[in-house]
């Protein structure tokens, strides 16, 4: 293949990777902005995303449209719950210790994996897409399903930073953030935009997985990956910022897609954790987060 | 020998001739009466304990769940026809997790905690290899149903068999004329990047050389992948065949991304039905297939010539005529390779009924009464066909079956021979001290 057909593909490879890392990574950043948590079960709510997905197209009947789009907004309102619930029944009660937390979700993560696997099973399930339409290109065809997933996010992502930069929700949130106790003296009942926080994060998460299902299966191990990259992405562009999570996302997403077409997958992995290091040591607060105060 | 007070003088007894002849007479017809206790011919009738690794979860589920189901018809039917040796066959199942590890583990749990008899049933390669050490340093036979070239390749050790299903090797040994002289000689091949899919790399190289084709790509994919589309611009546009061997969750995708990639402008496609075992050949996107050709071990879709043995296997493990369940045509099974768990179970009979096994002690004289067989017929214990075994490389050949993608179904297009698919032994595990 000549080359431009070919830098071609692996930048339309690499933008879905980023569409869909963005939405995961988003959900990471905002909990351990506003909650100052790690979520390490993040992958997992991902993941759940994906199995309820897959639950509730098949019980859909009709045109695969129709089942998608009900699963497009189930299956993260389900997540959310929850998502919401562990944050009320464990997180809460252990006062978001940041060590504490992390072994709480490390538990959460079993959890919802063993669950998984005990009610949707170890296979992995197929889940039709909404609409089949192939792009023919003169150099190789390509799935007119992956570019809606690129658009998908991208309107998504400019609805998050709406509500976040241009609502009372959002300037609830960011007032948590800065500085909890003044927020609290003010009046905002910091537990429930806590709880409201954790539930967004896991539902940002189980709608990248919900447009990610019908390229890749619903699998009860999926869940690993999105969060390894998460991190990733949330180090690079720095915890809580929005923005960082973006550009970080298509940096990562897009290197990925072009290394792994030219060269190997693998190597495309090693650079994103040499990068991860640099980062580290050069600007630890990532290339857009702010210094902690 | 009698001492003073002849307590040992049984003639001093005085027992009768004829109460002896009577008690004789009553042991035989108690034993020879309708209904007795099966298993009174075995000195003990405790059950034969088989250890069944099995791959509940991980990658190998789909795998796993149908050689639990297989496993369980055969055994059934084996004890319904007097166990072996007179004893009941008992599987006991513990999950590996489709991991070398745990895989390990599993073997040693066997031998140690539950002392079953002999462990048996693996499938994936990377299991097998990891767990083969453990079998062997613990002695205990270790029957696996797997693929890969590394039974008979002689890396293993003398307790691990592979008697109910052929290798990698001798697969695409014998499937490379075919596909040279019917689909085209410029191949370029896409495989798993572990052991599984090194023994295609390295073995359908020289078969299709020798066919005067060649190999002009080769695609390795890491097994953990789930998406595919970034290694297709890798495919030389003057290839001819792609050859195509994947497994693990990603293989629809794949196969959905070579459908959006090529269109209908495709090259001929050869694949190893193991990209598709437990996946429905008419699922959405799988249109692209129609016309190209898999390789299969025994054929998923019930064909018109099939034997009275295979339609007996076929009702016995429970699956219809396009290879799924009986009770959920959604559940399709893993016909191609499951197979050989009911063909290896037979096998381990035989030799426990050649050895006169007895119990774990016996373990040595079962190894070599599995290495003294050479031919198994085609029947109901081997449904799949007549097959040979070479006892130096532990090591079963027979025939495979190439099928084409027509009408939404599987149809045998060509069975090759046995002789097709034997290639030169490169080890003799007889020569290893038990």
Redesign the interface.
């Known amino acids: ?1 000549p080359f431009l057909p ?1 830098l071609l ?2 930048t339309l ?1 690499g933008l879905v ?1 980023s569409a869909v890392l963005a939405l995961t990574a988003l959900g990471l950043s905002l909990v351990f902005g506003v909650m100052r948590i790690v979520n390490v079960a993040h992958g997992e709510f991902f993941m759940l995303g994906a199995v309820l997905a897959w639950a509730i197209t098949s019980a859909v009947t009709g045109h ?1 449209a129709l089942g998608f789009a009900a699963a497009l907004v189930l299956s993260p309102l389900i997540v959310g719950f929850v998502a919401w619930i562990s944050e009320r029944l464990v997180l809460s009660r252990i006062e978001y210790n940041p060590e504490a937390t992390i072994v709480a979700t490390i538990g959460l993560l079993y959890i919802i994996q063993q669950l998984a ?1 005990t009610f949707y ?4 399930r ?1 889940v ?1 897409p909404p609409f ?1 339409y ?1 792009i ?1 290109l003169p150099w ?4 007119g399903y992956k570019l809606s997933i690129i658009a998908a996010s991208a309107l998504l992502l400019i609805a998050a930073w709406f509500v976040l930069t241009r609502t009372r929700i959002g300037l609830v949130m960011r007032a948590t953030q800065y500085d909890r106790e003044t927020a609290q003296a003010f009046g905002i009942p910091v537990g429930r935009v806590y709880g409201a926080v954790f539930a967004l994060g896991a539902m940002l998460a189980a709608i990248a997985a919900v447009l990610i299902v019908p ?3 619903a ?1 009860y ?2 869940g690993l ?1 999105p969060l390894l990259l998460s991190f990733i992405v949330v180090i690079v562009g720095g915890l809580g910022s929005l923005r960082g999570t973006v550009v970080a996302a298509l940096l990562i997403g897009v290197s990925d ?1 072009i290394i ?2 030219f060269f190997s ?2 190597l495309a992995k090693i650079i994103a954790t040499l990068l991860v290091a640099l980062v580290l040591v050069f600007r630890p607060q990532g290339l857009f987060g702010a210094a902690t105060k | 020998m009698t001492d003073s007070n002849g307590f040992f003088d049984l003639s001093r007894k005085n027992i009768s001739r004829r109460a002896a002849l009577k008690g004789i007479a009553a042991g035989a017809g108690l034993m020879a009466a309708p209904g007795f206790v099966r298993y009174s011919q075995a000195q003990s009738s405790a059950p034969i304990k088989i250890g069944f690794q099995a791959h ?4 190998g ?2 795998y796993g769940r149908w050689y639990e189901k297989t496993t369980n018809a055969a055994v059934k039917l084996i004890n319904d026809a007097g166990g072996i040796n007179g004893r009941p066959v008992e599987i006991i199942v513990e999950d590996d997790g489709t991991d070398p590890k745990r895989g390990a583990e599993v073997v040693g749990k066997f031998a140690s905690q539950h002392k079953t008899d002999v462990v048996y049933g693996t499938l994936f390669s990377h299991v097998v290899v990891g767990s083969a050490p453990t079998a062997g340093e613990l002695k205990i036979p270790y029957y696996v149903v797997s693929e890969g070239y590394h039974v008979a390749s002689g890396k293993m050790n003398r307790w691990v068999f592979q008697p109910g299903i052929t290798d990698v090797r001798s697969q695409v040994t014998s499937v490379a004329p075919w596909v040279a002289a019917n689909l085209g000689k410029k191949v370029t091949m896409i495989y798993p990047d572990y052991a599984f899919g090194y023994d295609h790399r390295d073995y359908f190289g020289p078969a299709i050389k020798a066919q005067g084709g060649d190999v002009i790509a080769q695609i390795p994919i ?1 097994p953990t ?3 595919f ?2 290694y ?2 890798q495919i030389p ?1 003057h290839t001819e065949v792609l050859y195509h061997v994947m497994v ?3 293989v ?2 794949f196969v ?2 070579l ?5 209908s402008n495709k090259p001929q496609l050869f694949g190893f039905i193991d990209s598709l075992e ?1 996946v429905d050949i008419n ?3 799988l249109e692209f297939l129609d016309g190209s050709h898999f390789w299969e071990g025994s054929p998923r879709y019930a064909q018109a010539n099939d034997s009275e043995a295979q339609k007996a296997y076929r009702k016995a493990v429970g699956i219809d005529d396009n290879g799924a369940s009986v009770s959920d045509p959604k559940d399709v099974s893993t016909a191609a390779h499951m197979f050989g768990c009911w063909e290896t179970l037979y096998v381990i009979k035989k030799a426990m009924e050649d050895a006169g096994y007895k119990g774990p002690e016996d373990r040595a004289k079962l190894v070599e009464a599995t290495e003294a067989l050479t031919e198994f017929k085609e029947g109901p214990e081997h449904p799949q066909g007549d097959k040979i075994f070479n006892g130096k490389i532990h090591q079963v050949f027979g025939h495979q079956n190439i099928s084409k993608v027509e009408g939404g179904k599987l149809n045998v297009v060509h069975r090759t021979s046995i002789e097709d698919g034997i290639y030169a032994p490169e080890a003799d595990y007889t020569t290893q001290p038990l």
């Open positions: 293949m070919h593909l692996a490879e990777t695969p696997l099973g170890p296979e992995a197929p039709t089949n192939r023919q190789f065809g390509y799935s390229i890749s299966q699998h191990l999926m990956d897609g792994s077409v997958p693998t | 509940r979860t991980g990658i589920a789909a890491p992948e789930s998406s589309t970034k297709l611009p546009a693990g969750p990603g629809l995708t959905k991304e459908g959006e990639f090529y269109g437990a699922s959405p996107g």
